[in-house]
């Protein structure tokens, strides 16, 4: 009997919201007085079921001539598995959407997508004892 290879979850982000408290390295990131600020939570799905991930991204985005930074937040912080936040490079895109697709096309393409912290688990921390690990569905970490 032939077995379906298991497709791995995909994660995405949720409606695109203004927000007025960027996180400090998007602040750091862009500054400038036509920059518009946005926040979406990442959304994780498989076989036509979501759920909600501790992760979500953020852009700073000037509508004048579509330049953005996007950022990832892991949602848990710095870990030896993951990094707290990803920022992106300046670049140019025609809508706010278009430009979360570009970070996240990007970072896929450079071996690091942009997943979503499903939970936290005890691992053991050396002799000292143990600490919090993220968990991602469908993938182990940390991504190479």
Known sequence: MATK???RPAYRWAELLPTDEPSRELIAAVSGADVRHFTASVVGSEDGKEWQTSSWVELAY????GGFR???KSGVGDTPELPGA???DWSTAPTRDDAIAQFFDR???AGFPLVGVCELIKVRNGTRGYRDAPVVLGYELPLP
């Open 62 to 65: 000037r509508k004048s001539d």
């Open 70 to 72: 996007a950022v990832w």
């Open 107 to 109: 970072q896929r393409a």
């Open 86 to 88: 990803i920022v992106s």
């Open 5 to 7: 290879d298991r497709v």
